[in-house]
């Protein structure tokens, strides 16, 4: 069974950084594409970084420069530092497994980042 369980959201200053990590069964983790996603209020959900399994990272242009994804093999768990927080930044985050032959998509169950003064 395929499991991804998030934590350090929370509530943070506009200029402020949280790291989110994300734990994933150890069987997956290894052959398994990863990203972090976000969705906020009354939008549809978005994509915010992937990263390979060899390691190539990608990034949506509104977070390049300050989020930076990080894969931890021997940890089986991803990373997602974030610096220079916006309120825009603003959502539930949630860490995406993609597993198998088809990709299937396999989520976390969200952890809440605030960004407020």
């Known amino acids: 069974q395929v499991q991804l369980v998030e934590s350090g959201g929370g509530l943070v200053q506009p200029g402020g950084s949280l790291r989110l990590s994300c734990a994933v069964s150890?069987?997956?983790?290894?052959?398994?594409?990863m990203g972090w996603y976000r969705q906020a209020p009354g939008k549809e959900r978005e994509l915010v970084a992937t990263?390979?399994?060899?390691?190539?990272?990608n990034y949506r242009d509104s977070v390049k420069g300050r989020f930076t994804i990080s894969r931890y093999n021997a940890q089986n768990t991803v990373s997602l530092e974030m610096n220079s927080l916006k309120p825009e930044d603003t959502a539930v985050y949630y860490c995406?497994?993609?597993?198998?032959?088809?990709?299937?998509?396999?989520w976390g169950q969200g952890t809440q980042v605030t960004v407020s003064s």
């Open positions: 990263i390979s399994v060899t390691g190539k990272t």
């Open positions: 150890p069987s997956f983790f290894s052959i398994s594409p």
């Open positions: 995406n497994a993609k597993i198998g032959i088809y990709a299937s998509d396999y």
